[in-house]
């Protein structure tokens, strides 16, 4: 019960965050989940670590460094830092992670067709998501176009 | 114990010191333990190594940030030790790496980039390389190891990019599918032109991947596409949103 809810509060917070960067105002918009919660250290450690990852939020690659407000949206900003400083670094590696990406996106297809648990597809396809949204027209005809002999699957350009 | 002049009264001593370890390991490491057990490994029989690997591997659990410079001067002897011929040995190491990832990930990423490095990850990948053939690990702390190279990737863009750069893909290629993965020049040429089949790059059939996907234990699939995962570089904003309310 406990664990659902902090689950919404996170997702509320991330919310939140996602309209006050694209309203891009100065006003501290308070999520209402920090003030629901009783445990106000144990939500925002846990926040951390969950919004940590390349998987959550991000401010996309076009968008100038954090223009967060401070204050209680600190988590969040901190996590919008951590990834668009993760996306320039990847950036500026281009040749290793399109290379990690083509050998790769096939193989994800192929996971995704095979297997049957809800998970497994799940992770397949977030990898698939993020592939395909970081990669530029060129390198996605490379790791797109390699299944077109297959009927289902022909002409993804 | 730093005299080490009879080596009887060593190996009893490290009997001792192991059984502690599994009570107070953080004792253990903050006076100095974790050097005294490592420093002569090479000059001890079999036995005395893996004892002393096995409370190393129990001081590793929950280490503290504090202990960071001592886990930082027997890192090297953990290193080489992920190389050696004796699968408990290796697997003790492995479960050293594990458990110092586990317990700096979460605040202490810095801490991590130090510890993970080039040549931590070149270690680790040429343990997991065998994917398929008999291992010299078993198999949960194997999948621990990915796990841990995830969880790594996951603290700090910079493990991600020195994995990447490492060939990490082709370990992935290979757990994914039982095959290596194609070369660069290959996989240019077959632009449009794959006309091997069922399509993938390398004129790989869809039946190869199934097969191998059917005999790897589920847990390793998982973290296999959890490390994968974490390598791609992040959704752009909004997405995530769209996922997660997609699935859940």
């Known amino acids: 019960m406990n664990k659902a809810k902090a689950k919404a509060d996170r997702h509320i917070a991330r919310q939140a965050a996602a309209n006050s960067l694209a309203a891009q105002t100065d006003e501290p918009s308070e999520p209402p989940s920090r003030a629901d919660t009783p445990t106000g250290a144990p939500v925002t450690g846990d926040d951390e670590t969950q919004q940590g990852g390349p998987s959550d939020l991000s401010e996309g690659h076009s968008m100038p460094v954090s223009i967060m407000p401070p204050g209680p949206n600190t988590a969040a900003s901190r996590s919008a830092e951590a990834i668009s400083d993760r996306m320039t670094l990847l950036r500026s590696h281009d040749g290793v992670v399109n290379r990690f990406i083509t050998c790769m996106v096939p193989i994800l297809v192929d996971v995704y067709a095979a297997s049957v648990s809800v998970p497994v597809r799940i992770k397949s396809l977030t990898s698939m998501l993020k592939a395909i949204s970081f990669q530029d027209e060129e390198h996605l005809k490379r790791s797109l176009l390699v299944r077109i002999s297959l009927p289902s699957e022909e002409k993804r350009s | 114990m730093r005299k080490k002049s009879f080596t009887e009264f060593f ?9 502690i370890s599994e009570e107070y390991p953080s004792a253990i490491v ?5 050097a005294a057990l490592l420093n002569f490994l090479d000059f001890f029989s079999m036995h005395v190594q893996r004892t002393a690997l096995q409370a190393a591997a129990n001081c590793c659990r929950n280490v503290s940030p504090d202990s960071f410079n001592m886990v930082k001067d027997v890192w090297p002897i953990l290193r080489n030790c992920l190389g050696y011929a004796d699968q408990k040995l290796v697997d003790y190491a492995a479960l050293c790496v594990i458990r110092v990832i586990e317990s700096y990930h979460r605040s202490h990423a810095d801490k991590l980039e130090v510890l993970v490095d080039a040549e931590l990850i070149k270690a680790v990948n040429t343990l997991l390389l065998p994917a398929g053939g008999s291992p ?8 621990q190891l990915i796990k841990g190279l995830a969880t790594a990737a996951r603290a700090s863009p910079t493990i991600a990019i020195s994995l990447l750069e ?6 992935l290629y290979q757990i994914l599918t039982g095959v290596l ?6 996989a240019q040429e077959e632009q449009g032109a794959s006309a091997s089949g069922q399509g993938l790059g390398g004129g790989l059939a869809d039946m190869t991947v199934m097969q191998n996907l059917a005999h790897r234990p589920k847990e390793q699939i998982e973290e296999a596409l959890n490390l994968v995962s974490e390598l791609m570089p992040p959704l752009p904003k909004g997405q995530s949103l ?7």
Do not use: C, H, N, W
Not at chain 2, 11 to 19: A, C, D, G, N, R
Not at chain 2, 166 to 171: G, Q, S
Not at chain 2, 181 to 186: I, K, T, V, W
């Open chain 2, 136 to 143: 010299l690990i078993p198999t949960g702390t194997y999948t």
């Open chain 2, 166 to 171: 490492a060939d990490i893909v082709v370990t």
């Open chain 2, 181 to 186: 993965p194609p070369s660069e020049l290959e």
């Open chain 2, 11 to 19: 190996f009893l001593k490290l009997q001792t010191l192991e059984k």
């Open chain 2, 30 to 34: 903050r006076e100095g333990g974790l």
């Open chain 2, 242 to 248: 769209l996922l997660s309310a997609l699935f859940q």
